[in-house]
């Protein structure tokens, strides 16, 4: 919903381009931190040739952390402009990830060879990307990592910094190698512990250990996919599941059926984006759980649908499919330049059930009022479920902000409520683990709202999601179920 939404998963997926797994092998280029289970990997003899690759994860990082751009868009942007191999590619978005996803880490671990972090912010990001090579990246070697940040700041005419950047990074070094790098204190202070060693925010911490307990939270802010992949899926009006792996076979395509029907891992298939079958409307890039909040719906032909908070389409789309042509669509989004992503989607795929519509979720339109056989409302949320995938998000996440998310979503139930018929679902969808924002909010609108009840039946879930379903609600975790990413969704029923 533009402005409304604070984190955009509509269609779950990250850059096409970042932190590729090669050719169907887990991603290369980490090794365990000595403080962190495991040790120091093995080193190349050389540098790689092309030393480009760290000065574009270099300015992606600034845009995060200087420009306050979103991740995957920043790298996207830097990639796409660049004249790099994809092995340079590929090493430049595993440094960028790299650094993002343990910048609280690298801050702790800097904070013992530095006294004052230069307040120029570029200085900071360069010790960042140098750090993240030194620290989990086997294929580039420590001096190479140096000797480049030393030049970057050389190059930034900041020669001032340039002994103190080189000593911190060599300080760094030796520490590594001796096991001398201190951690925070675990049995002091064990939210601290976490939020430094898998850099979240401590508030946020401590909202999971309080909804999940200390363990659960541990294994939610410790995982990391051993590998990274794109989920697709076949445009239903044009491929069955048959042909589209007949397509991805041809290709050449590393490929893995996912859990939710009509869902294949790819790894591997480079820009996906500008394959010509995407382009000509044959499939489409959408995360599990995001296909999964559409397939809450359980649609049939000739139903008429609001997707509430619907750009940039995927979830508009996927229903508009299994209606095969039929009953419409009205997918809403609150500013002009979101509505149009709808209709490129709907354009592309040829889906002329669908109607984008330019309008505010929160204000009712009175005549939908009572005429729709279901709402989608894939609400905005904090977006902690897909911070594996975006972990910028994690650092953007503060206990100011949640209160108001939380009132905007109960703004939505109540206006989107209203258009759902006698007998018609209303589904609610988050992509976060708060309860606040899932579990909470929904017996909340049960409370104000007793025309509604849960609907227990699970028909809807693949088999092997059903043990997950309780009481008309799920909520996937991705570090337990693998492939999916942190998505809550509930159905309700209309009864009178």
């Known amino acids: 919903m533009g402005d409304q939404r604070f984190n955009n998963h509509s269609n779950g997926r990250r850059n096409t381009a970042s932190r590729p797994a090669g050719e169907g092998k887990p991603a290369q280029g980490r090794r365990p931190v000595p403080g962190r289970p495991g040790g120091k990997g093995g080193k190349p003899a050389t540098a790689p040739k092309n030393m480009d690759a760290r000065k574009l994860a270099l300015s992606a990082l600034c845009d995060v952390t200087i420009t306050d751009a979103y991740g995957n868009i920043a790298l996207d942007k830097r990639l796409r402009a660049a004249d790099l191999s994809p092995e340079d590619k590929r090493l430049a978005t595993n440094i960028f990830y790299t650094a993002l996803e343990n910048r609280m880490y690298i801050d702790y671990l800097l904070a013992q060879f530095i006294d004052h972090m230069p307040e120029e912010k570029v200085i900071r990001e360069i010790l960042h ?48 190698d001796a096991g001398e790098l201190k951690t925070p204190d675990r049995e002091a202070n064990p939210v601290r512990y976490l939020s430094i060693m898998h850099s979240l925010p401590e508030t946020m911490v401590a909202r999971l250990v309080a909804d999940y307990g200390a363990d659960t939270a541990e294994a939610i802010v410790s995982y990391k996919p051993s590998e990274h992949w794109e989920t697709v899926r076949p445009n239903l009006n044009e491929l069955d599941d048959a042909a589209f792996e007949k397509q991805m076979d041809a290709r050449g395509w590393h490929f893995v059926p996912g859990t939710v029907p009509h869902s294949w891992h790819v790894i591997g298939a480079g820009d996906l984006p500008s394959d010509p079958d995407y382009r000509r409307g044959l499939f489409s890039i959408q995360s599990e759980s995001s296909m999964l909040a559409a397939l809450a719906v359980s649609v049939k032909p000739g139903m008429n649908i609001i997707d509430a908070c619907a750009a940039p389409g995927g979830k508009t789309a996927l229903m508009a499919e299994l209606m095969h042509g039929s009953g419409r669509v009205y997918a809403y989004e ?48 904090s977006g902690l479920g897909v911070m594996t995938s975006k972990p910028d998000l994690k650092y953007r996440l503060k206990d100011e902000k949640l209160e108001p998310i939380v009132e905007e979503q109960k703004k939505l139930l109540d206006t989107c409520c209203r258009y759902v018929k006698p007998g018609g679902t209303l589904v609610y969808s988050t992509c976060t683990l708060f309860k606040a924002e899932n579990g909470d909010q929904i017996a909340a609108f ?26 008309g609600m799920i909520q996937l975790l991705a570090h337990r179920d693998r492939g999916m990413e942190g998505f809550f969704i509930a159905r309700l029923r209309r009864v009178r």
């Open 129 to 176: 990307i140098a750090s993240a090579q030194i620290l989990y990246m086997d294929r580039v070697p420590d001096y190479a990592a140096v000797d480049q940040a030393v030049k970057e700041v050389r190059a930034l005419n900041r020669p001032q910094y340039a002994p103190m950047v080189n000593g911190a990074l060599r300080n760094l070094i030796r520490a590594r």
């Open 334 to 381: 609150l500013h002009d330049h979101r509505v149009e992503l709808i209709k490129k989607t709907a354009m592309r795929l040829r889906l002329y059930n669908i109607r984008p519509i330019q309008a505010d979720a929160t204000v009712l339109r009175p005549e939908n009022e009572g005429m729709m056989d279901a709402v989608l409302l894939d609400a905005p949320c």
């Open 446 to 471: 049960l409370q104000r709202h007793p025309e509604f009840e849960l609907i227990q039946d699970d028909g809807w879930l693949p088999d092997k999601l059903k043990p997950l379903f309780e009481g």
